[in-house]
């Protein structure tokens, strides 16, 4: 079966085509939306022309696709809230301090100084105004965390949302940009004015019934580990989730059983098949039933925050809910796609997040891979055949997300197979019985021998779990991926797919000539990274210098052991540059580097007596200095000021060098500092 043979399948590209283009370029919005109408029209009248010929030519299918593009432009385009006149960035400036009135729209994972929420302005200096925030309100044990839909005033000064100071850092403002957020607040409990606690919308009222359930599990008698285990598969909450264990899931493969999907819904739509079957035997039963079923779905979906892997499976579970109810044929393919062209009609932006991008893949791999893996071998018992049917499609899966898994993440973790074997079958009890749990909590019939043994059944898989993730062998880290390498994966596994359904020469070209493409990139990559380095890093509170060497990295800084095993940045800088051997050593005095001498100044100031002249100078660790002597006496090219300087002495560094007309670059404000 030729899968463009599908309408929809073309129009959902199209779409995505369209979206892509708003995305990546700045076409004006009015000029879009009047060409895809005028399109729309056109298409109209000639489809009224053409309705009774049997022959449709070309030029309709044409402007249909000129047409769905023009719609997924538009689409975008509605989503950006900054076109719209209200929004706070086209009011007044916002460098000052305003009177700002917001809604709570979402809670995000803290970190260890605040917690965070994403919030919706209401009103912004007495102005009626829309736009959406992320706020960061301090930590403190006394204060009780913002709820959903809470309305609040406060009087602050907006802050731009950084931008990646060190190279090939992840990009926290273009994934918050997505979400139509452009700026932050830094709060205190004590800045905030609460004006309504009332709620109003459907998510609010989600959320409500989130903390009763937990208020309910607590007062049943579970503890933090396991409440956030459960919050996390049962409500698709994961902000509370301990680190540690978090990790665990990670480097076991397992991560996916955390985020609510396909699997978590599939189960969900057995369980809900299986109670309301009796109401097939009324007169509409067949009508009532799915009607039921979808409206539990998408409660369920709404509870779960409705996140792309959540939206994807509800959206495609209730198409093929109503299908089956009306005793209609349906194609996997055909629902797949059906589901994800009206999550992006409504949701574009979803099209650019992780999420759903391998929420997708991961079906994809399952229903073309998993039937020719499953036909490799025939076992013979019942219970080898389901461990097949797992492994199958555990590996199916991992076959369409390895290389965007790879390209985002950059590990893979080898057990995976067995993790999914053991977890996997299981969770169809784990969740069942999470859901009996949840609504004799919220009853309070909940007796403590249940709460024993669900406790004891959540504490084994995350004891099972942490034992697969022990073995670190297996975990492959710091694998470079590039978008060429992701594409030209996944043609080679379609390639190869058609190779085993056509057995025919075309598609054994194609697909030896994707591996010579892959091998082409990957030698490109190779090549590429050839060259030298010099780097000032920027790290907080401390100091960090890279010499890179082709794929040598030899890294100097003055971090303990603690933080140098845990910090990103140079993980980060090796992945990027695809680095292959790096060597830790202490911060120098002086370095050296394409014929330019750095003057390295720590805290003790001293810099008199040299027998050379410095292009560069860094200051580090705040040495009490005369900045106008330096520069008067040593004649720098340039200055840098590295993050493990007090901001009050850069800032008068910074201010002198302006009056002598020097370049100073503060890493702490520009970025890591790099010379080619």
């Known amino acids: 079966m030729k899968l463009l043979n599908f309408t929809i399948i073309k129009l959902t590209i199209c779409l995505v085509i369209g979206i892509i283009l708003a995305h990546y370029t700045n076409l004006d919005f009015k000029t879009v939306l009047y060409t895809t109408i005028c399109t729309s029209i056109l298409l109209g009248i000639y489809w009224i022309y053409l309705r009774n010929k049997i022959y449709r030519l070309p030029l309709f299918g044409l402007l249909t696709y000129l047409c769905v593009i023009g719609v997924g432009m538009t689409s975008y385009n509605i989503q950006n809230k900054k076109l719209q006149t209200n929004h706070y960035t086209n009011l007044n400036t916002y460098d000052v301090y305003n009177a700002i009135t917001f809604k709570i729209k979402e809670r995000l994972k803290p970190d260890n100084y605040n917690d965070k929420y994403i919030v919706s302005i209401s009103s912004y200096n007495d102005q009626e105004a829309s736009g959406r925030l992320l706020i960061n309100i301090n930590k403190d044990s006394l204060n009780k965390p913002l709820a959903v839909d809470d309305l609040l005033f406060v009087s602050s000064k907006l802050q731009v949302i950084q931008k990646p100071l060190n190279p090939h850092q992840f990009d926290y403002s273009k994934y918050l940009e997505l979400k139509q957020v452009y700026h932050q607040l830094y709060l205190k409990q004590s800045d905030l004015l609460l004006l309504s606690n009332s709620k109003k919308t459907i998510y609010g009222y989600a959320d409500q019934l989130r903390t009763t359930i937990n208020k309910g599990l607590i007062t049943a008698g579970f503890k933090n580990d396991v409440l956030s285990i459960m919050n996390a598969l049962l409500l698709g909450q994961r902000q509370s989730i301990d680190k540690t264990i978090y990790n665990n899931y990670v480097n076991s493969g397992t991560i996916h059983i955390l985020a609510v ?7 969900l739509l057995w369980i809900l098949n299986f109670l309301f079957k009796p109401l097939l035997r009324l007169k509409y039963g067949n009508y009532l039933r799915p009607l039921i079923l ?14 792309p892997s959540v939206t994807r499976a509800v959206a495609m579970f209730s198409i093929i809910s109503i299908a089956m109810h009306l005793k209609r044929p349906t194609n996997i393919y055909n629902t797949l796609i059906i589901s994800a062209f009206g999550i992006l009609l409504f949701k574009p932006t979803f099209l650019f997040e992780v999420g759903f991008q391998m929420s997708y893949l991961a079906v994809l791999g399952i229903v073309s891979v998993q039937p020719i893996i499953y036909k490799l071998w025939k076992p013979k018992y019942l219970v080898t055949d389901k461990l097949w049917q797992i492994f199958s499609v555990t590996l199916a899966a991992q076959a369409g997300v390895v290389p965007i898994s790879l390209f985002y993440f950059h590990q893979f973790p080898g057990l995976f197979f067995i993790s999914n074997i053991v977890v996997i079958p299981f969770l169809g009890l784990i969740l069942g019985f999470g859901l009996l749990v949840i609504a004799l909590a919220l009853t309070n019939m909940l007796p403590d021998f249940i709460v024993t043994a669900y406790s004891f ?44 359904k056509f057995k025919n020469f075309k598609w054994v070209a194609l697909s030896l000539i994707g591996i010579i493409c892959f091998q082409g990139i990957t030698f490109y990559n190779a ?13 907080s509170k401390y100091s960090m210098i890279g010499q890179k060497h082709n794929e040598g990295l030899q890294i100097h800084h003055n971090l303990d052991s603690l933080r140098q095993n845990t910090d990103n940045v140079i993980t980060n800088y090796k992945v990027g540059e695809s680095i292959e051997n790096i060597e830790i050593d202490s911060l120098q005095s002086i370095y050296q580097f394409n014929n330019k001498n750095i003057l390295i100044i720590d805290s003790l100031g001293v810099y008199k007596g040299l027998s050379f002249q410095p292009n560069y100078i860094l200051l580090r660790n705040s040495p009490r200095l005369n900045i106008n002597r330096v520069i008067d006496s040593l004649k720098p090219e340039l200055i840098i000021a590295d993050a493990s300087n007090y901001k009050s002495y850069v800032k008068r560094w910074k201010a002198t060098c302006e009056h002598k007309k020097i370049p100073f670059h503060y890493t702490y404000e520009k970025g890591a500092f790099i010379i080619d």
Do not use: M
């Open 527 to 539: 090549h590429n990274v050839q060259g030298d380095a010099f780097v000032v890093f920027n790290k």
């Open 294 to 307: 979808v409206v539990i779905l998408w409660s369920f979906a709404v509870i779960a925050g409705l996140s």
């Open 261 to 267: 999907s396909g699997l978590h819904v599939g189960i």
């Open 457 to 500: 059944i959540i504490e084994s898989l995350n004891a099972f779990i942490a034992w697969v993730a022990q073995f670190e062998g297996f975990l492959f880290r710091d694998i470079p991926f590039t978008v060429l390498q992701v594409i030209c994966s996944y043609f080679i596994i379609v390639a190869l797919v058609q190779v085993y």
